[in-house]
């Protein structure tokens, strides 16, 4: 069932018409669907209901915190990456204990919030890193849980710009590395070995490569067990990839992907982690935003739309297929037209469709940007001193501003004029 979805010739979020929320929020908006994001944990999660997991969704795909306490409401964790998701995590009621701190450039600071919340355990990607955790944590006399992030040289990720798991990628220890790190790792007297960790790339349409990254880590799990390490987790991150429209390649469906992992991860006898953050939220949000005008040059048809590529840079920098369609349903007989849907960004990239078939449209005509409720808003910026795009969240006949749109005061706010200049 969609949750974004047509009723009387009117798309709808839930319960509620989008023209509503246009006119009362404004365009353009991100307008996020509970139920979707709901529905969609629980399709990963209910698949591993039947062995240790944790499934702690990666916060940098949507990160405002109504929806981390949505998600956090039905027992799921977080993956932070920065100091900043920490904090939005705890905010949302994700316990520490289901926290797990990701990335390759965590500074001292940032594991001290860390350790301090307390949480699960933390990805660490370099031996830089594993020294300066295991000072922090001396400073604080605790002892930090670890698992490396070890890069298993596998391809991956349907764009070059996503995919992590290549040995020139930065992320990770170096496969053939493995095994020094975590001697050097059990000798510091303030790190706990805990656990293995990788993460492969994002929107990945196929088993293979998760396939081929179990049995190397299951491999080097048996090994690092010989040497007399403790591994009690293995956290296969995230990057399950989803469908983004008809015409795009369809991701395996999360129960075969968990009936793979399971069956290949069987008699590992690991506590299963897994960092999922498009295939949670991508369905569950839209972008919808109004046609300011239709363009016509001669050679193309531009729709010139209030949203632009700072509100979603997704088509701009990875060229992402996004399925766009009137927020009024064109009828049966309606004139079908070829446009190139473009933002008001003084960029020739603000384009998000070329030569796309829309029914015609003109100005004030509401249109939206679906599979936009992961890396949309999160990615979102001010460029051309456009106020940071506002979300809203819809439960049933219910919505709510869940981040509002800043005034160009609010936005003047933060910067200043030196006294050298006034
Ligand atoms: N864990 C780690 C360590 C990650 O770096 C990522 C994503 C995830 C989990 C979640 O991956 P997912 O399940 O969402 O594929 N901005 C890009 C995607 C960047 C992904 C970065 N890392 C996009 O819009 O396609």
Request: contains cysteine; negative net charge; charged residues 25%.
């Given at each position: 069932m969609r949750h974004f979805d047509f009723r009387n010739g009117e798309m709808y979020a839930e319960d509620v018409p989008l023209s509503q929320i246009a006119r009362e929020v404004g365009t353009p908006v991100y307008v996020y669907s509970s139920a979707t994001f709901e529905r969609h944990y629980k399709v990963f999660s209910d698949v591993f209901s039947d062995v240790d997991a944790l499934v702690a969704y990666?916060?940098?795909?949507n990160s405002n915190i109504a929806v981390l306490a949505t998600l956090a409401k039905l027992g799921c964790g977080a993956d932070v990456v920065s100091g900043g998701e920490l904090v939005r995590a705890l905010t949302a009621g994700v316990p520490a204990s289901k926290i797990v701190f990701s990335g390759v450039g965590k500074t001292a600071e940032e594991m001290r919030m860390a350790l301090k919340a307390g949480i699960r355990i933390f990805n660490v990607e370099s031996l830089p890193e594993l020294h300066a955790l295991n000072a922090v944590a001396g400073e604080m006399g605790k002892s930090a849980p670890i698992a490396f992030r070890v890069n298993p040289d596998v391809s991956a990720g349907g764009h070059e710009k996503i995919?992590?798991?290549?040995?020139?990628?930065?992320?990770?220890?170096a496969w053939h590395k493995a095994e020094e790190a975590y001697a050097l790792a059990a000798s510091l007297p303030h790190i706990s070995v805990e656990g293995v960790d990788v993460h492969i790339g994002?929107?990945?349409?196929?088993l293979d490569p998760f396939a081929r990254t179990i049995d190397k880590i299951g491999e080097l799990i048996g090994r690092l067990r010989q040497a007399g390490h403790t591994i009690k987790s293995f956290d296969i991150g995230g990057g399950l990839g989803i469908p983004y429209g008809d015409n795009q390649k369809i991701p395996p469906h999360p129960s075969e992907y968990g009936a793979m992992v399971k069956d290949a991860t069987r008699g590992l006898d690991v506590e299963l982690i897994f960092e999922p953050g498009r295939m949670v939220s991508g369905n569950s949000g839209v972008l919808l935003s109004k046609v300011i005008y239709a363009k016509e040059t001669g050679t193309r048809n531009f729709?010139?739309?209030?949203?632009?590529m700072n509100d979603l840079i997704r088509p701009a920098l990875y060229d992402a297929y996004h399925d766009i369609e009137a927020v009024t349903a064109p009828g049966s007989n309606f004139e079908e037209t070829e446009y190139d849907v473009v933002g008001?960004?003084?960029?020739?990239?603000?384009?998000?469709?070329?030569?796309r078939a829309l029914p015609r449209m003109q100005a004030d005509d509401l249109l939206v940007f679906h599979t936009a409720g992961a890396y949309g808003a999160a990615q979102a910026s001010q460029y051309n001193t456009r106020p940071l795009v506002p979300e809203v969240l819809v439960n049933g006949e219910r919505y709510e501003v869940i981040r509002e749109r800043p005034s160009i005061e609010d936005i003047l706010k933060t910067e200043k004029i030196p006294d050298w200049l006034s």
């Open positions: 990666s916060v940098k795909a995919s992590t798991g290549k040995a020139e990628n930065k992320f990770g220890i994002s929107q990945i349409d196929s729709l010139i739309i209030d949203a632009a008001p960004v003084c960029e020739t990239g603000d384009t998000f469709a070329r030569g």
